[in-house]
């Protein structure tokens, strides 16, 4: 069975920084796209970045673009997300992601973390 466990979340001011990792097990983490998704009450997850298993190249959703940094260490079966110049916008519960795929315009994944909550205060 799949296992996926973030860490590294917390509080911080905006502008500060944050680096989130996943520790993954149970499955050949080397042959998935690896990503991170966030959630806020009310609102539907979404999605933040990727890596691909293969050629590790990134996607990042417009929000995050030069502010997030994914990587992956494939020896270790580990994905990050360093977070930077964070804003209050940004809040919200992070979720490491497994088999991440885009279908159409929509970002989905086969399996999930679960989550750890980022909060930026202004």
């Known amino acids: 069975q799949v296992q996926l466990v973030e860490s590294g979340g917390g509080l911080v001011q905006a502008g500060g920084s944050l680096r989130l990792s996943c520790a993954a097990s149970r499955f050949t983490f080397s042959a998935y796209a690896m990503g991170w998704f966030r959630q806020v009450p009310g609102k539907e997850r979404e999605f933040v970045a990727s890596i691909r298993w293969n050629t590790g190249t990134t996607y990042y959703a417009d929000p995050v673009k030069g502010r997030f940094t994914i990587s992956r260490d494939n020896a270790k079966n580990t994905v990050s997300l360093q977070m930077n110049s964070l804003k209050p916008e940004d809040t919200a519960v992070y979720y490491c992601?497994?088999?991440?795929?885009?279908?159409?315009?929509?970002?989905?994944?086969?399996?999930w973390g679960q989550g750890t909550q980022v909060t930026v205060s202004s």
């Open positions: 992601a497994a088999g991440v795929r885009q279908i159409g315009n929509v970002y989905t994944s086969d399996y």
